[in-house]
C-alpha cells in the first residue's frame, strides 16, 4: 500500500494550459515537498510546504498544503514545454522516522508545444 | 548540478553477480541516502548513513549493503543480483539541517 498516492499518474496537455496534479495521504505528515525529475537525472527539490492550509508560489507554479496536513497540490498556470517532467511529493509522516522520507510514485506530465 | 555524484551512469551484469556502485555527497554534507525506483515501486528508501555511521534503515533486501567511508564517499553493495534488482540507483546527500536533499544522476542497473 502506497502512503502516498499522486493522481493523475500521466498527464498530457497543450502549452498555455493550466493543470492541478494531487497528493493525497490517510496520513498526517509533519511536511510535504515536492520534486520535479527529469529523464536521466535525479530528483530535485521545488518547494517544502510545513503548515496546514499553507500555500507557496514558486513563479507560475502553486503549492498548497491541506489544512489536516494529509494532502498536497501543484497548481501549474500557463504550463510550458519546460515544465515536462515527472512530478513526485514526498514527506515524513507523523508518528515515523524522521529520516525515512516517504515518496509517492509520481505524476508524468507532459506539456506539448 | 547538484554536487553529487554517481558511478557508473549505467552497469549492466548478470544474475547472481555483486555490484558496486559508488555516490560522492556534496561538499560539507554529512548524510548520504541510498534510494532505488523502479516503475512499479517508484522511489524508495533504502538506507542513511551519517558521517560514517548506519542512521536509518528502509526496504533494504539483505543481499545490499552500504557503508560510508571516512571521506563520506558510500558505496551500495549489490549481491547474488535477480532480474528484479533492475532499477535506477540514486544515491542524495544533505547537511546536518537535513531539510534538504539533493540527488545525484543516478546508476542505471540492468541485471540480464
Known amino acids: 500500500t502506497q502512503l502516498l498516492e499522486q493522481s493523475p499518474q500521466f498527464l498530457s496537455i497543450q502549452e498555455g494550459e493550466n493543470l492541478t496534479v494531487y497528493c493525497n495521504s490517510s496520513?498526517?505528515?509533519?511536511?510535504l515537498q515536492w520534486y520535479r525529475q527529469e529523464p536521466g537525472e535525479g530528483p530535485v527539490l521545488l518547494v517544502t510546504v510545513v503548515t496546514g492550509g499553507e500555500v507557496k508560489k514558486l513563479k507560475r507554479l502553486t503549492f498548497q498544503f491541506g489544512d489536516a496536513r494529509k494532502d498536497s497540490s501543484l497548481h501549474i498556470t500557463a504550463a510550458q514545454p519546460g515544465d515536462t517532467g515527472l512530478y513526485l511529493c514526498a514527506g515524513f509522516p507523523v508518528g515515523g522516522s524522521n529520516y525515512k522520507l516517504t515518496f509517492g510514485k509520481g505524476t508524468l506530465l507532459t506539456v506539448n508545444p | 548540478d547538484s554536487g553529487v555524484t554517481q558511478t557508473p551512469k549505467h552497469l549492466i551484469t548478470a544474475t547472481g553477480q555483486r555490484v558496486t556502485l559508488r555516490c560522492s555527497p556534496r561538499s560539507g554534507d554529512l548524510s548520504v541516502y541510498w534510494y532505488q525506483q523502479s516503475l512499479d515501486q517508484g522511489l524508495q528508501f533504502l538506507i542513511q548513513?551519517?558521517?560514517?555511521?548506519?542512521?536509518a534503515k528502509g526496504n533494504i533486501l539483505e543481499r545490499f549493503s552500504a557503508q560510508q567511508f571516512p571521506d563520506l564517499h558510500s558505496e551500495l553493495n549489490l549481491s547474488s543480483l535477480e532480474l528484479g534488482d533492475s532499477a535506477l540507483y540514486f544515491c542524495?546527500?544533505?547537511?546536518?539541517?537535513?531539510?534538504?536533499?539533493?540527488f545525484g544522476p543516478g546508476t542505471r542497473l540492468t541485471v540480464l
Open positions: 496520513s498526517v505528515f509533519s511536511s
Open positions: 542524495a546527500s544533505s547537511d546536518d539541517r537535513e531539510n534538504e536533499q539533493f
Open positions: 548513513y551519517y558521517n560514517g555511521e548506519e542512521r
